[in-house]
């Protein structure tokens, strides 16, 4: 099945570069040191009101200008736009349940504190199993073809910082353990998996994994560049920034997805015409609205499947998307928001590590940012 959408184009471009106080704040943003460069895309009712660029791909070692088809190191969206997608599909396919055990599906010996982890508990970070744990210092000694199955292991082998489904603990492990599930129930790399039923169908040419063994299909400088890092040696550019991801072979279910602006909206795109349209093109649309729910299933939870909703307080979306509203961020500098009840789709994307991850100050930039482009669209 091949699903063609019809490349992003802006309504009345010609106008809105005549007053843009978007544009005007991206380039402040890049004046600032908030960032070096950003792409950004904007959608209201299914039109494109805003695709701007601003600033530079790289700083170091030399200065290249930013551009529309840059392509960016996408970090944590990685989860809701790879491992949830593929989650989703066995999910629509009926080939597991979201509240299936973890040792029904793997059909492995799974520690006695680990075999009530569902689908469900990882998807919303539930699971217990902790935020982090720094498997490239554990792992990297091996061959890579047996990285993976070392680094579940060492899961399986950590302790639990809560019981299954009694805490909100944002992890990485667990959709390190989703790529798993992924893997064991179709015998495709996630990779390969994703790319079959959505990025392939969907004519994405410029949304893919770099494997570190193989080459990178793009020049260096199609890249935003990210950070310096210590451990490896010089300014991550086509490689992933994440270091479990990059000694996992280049991704994992956490991270290592790259992409342009305008692929991350076309998949956004397809999820919304599930949502709205009820299209059936690549899921049901019941599982795509059950996936877009809230789950609540701990104290203070705002994750729904895969995805994050607006917190009461201090959202990165700012004070305009509705409770109704999707979303997500990357440690690299790059985000999704969707509101689901005022039909808006904001694409963010910014290399704000580079050359540095100590430059945090994206982080009161967000939330100014999209209730600009929410005035701006009529959408506040």
């Known amino acids: 099945m091949t699903v063609f959408y019809e490349p992003v184009k802006e309504k009345n471009r010609e106008k809105m570069q005549k007053t843009n106080p978007v544009k005007e704040l991206l380039e402040k943003g890049v004046s600032e040191g908030i960032f070096p460069g ?129 805490k909100v603990i944002y992890s990485d492990p667990g959709f390190i353990i989703l790529e798993w599930i992924i893997e064991k129930i179709t015998g495709m790399t996630m990779h390969s998996f994703v790319d079959h039923h959505f990025y392939g169908p969907l004519s ?82 019941e599982t795509v609205a059950a996936f877009f729910e809230r789950q609540e299933i701990a104290e203070g939870s705002t994750w729904a499947l895969g995805w994050d909703t607006p917190s009461a307080e201090n959202s990165s979306s700012g004070k305009y998307f509705s409770r109704s509203s999707l979303g997500h961020l990357g440690f690299t500098g790059t985000s999704i928001w969707i509101d689901l009840e005022k039909d808006v789709i904001i694409i963010f994307l910014t290399n704000r590590v580079h050359p540095t991850r100590t430059n945090e100050k994206i982080k009161l930039f967000r939330p100014v940012i999209h209730d600009r482009i929410m005035e701006y669209m009529g959408a506040a």
């Open 38 to 166: 950003a792409v950004l895309i904007a959608a209201h009712g299914g039109e494109v009101i805003l695709f701007e660029e601003a600033g530079y791909s790289s700083l170091k070692p030399h200065k290249n200008m930013m551009s529309r088809d840059t392509i960016f190191d996408l970090a944590s969206l990685t989860k809701p736009l790879a491992t949830t997608l593929g989650v989703m599909k066995l999910v629509d396919n009926g080939d597991i349940l979201p509240d299936q055990r973890i040792w029904s599906i793997l059909k492995e010996s799974i520690p006695e504190d680990k075999r009530n982890i569902t689908p469900r508990l990882l998807l919303c970070h539930c699971s217990g199993l902790p935020h982090w744990i720094p498997l490239y210092s554990r792992v990297i000694q091996y061959p890579p073809a047996i990285r993976k199955k070392m680094a579940r292991r060492v899961i399986m082998e950590s302790s639990l910082v809560a019981m299954p489904g009694e």
């Open 204 to 285: 994405l040419g410029n949304t893919f994994f770099c494997n570190i063994e193989n080459s990178c299909p793009f020049e260096e400088d199609r890249f935003a560049a990210t950070e310096y890092c210590e451990w490896r040696g010089r300014i991550m550019r086509g490689v992933v920034h994440d270091e479990n991801a990059y000694a996992l072979g280049g991704y994992s279910g956490h991270a290592g997805l790259f992409g342009t602006a305008e692929d991350v909206y076309l998949i956004v795109e397809m999820l919304r015409n599930h949502f709205y349209r009820k299209s059936s093109n690549f899921f049901r649309p």
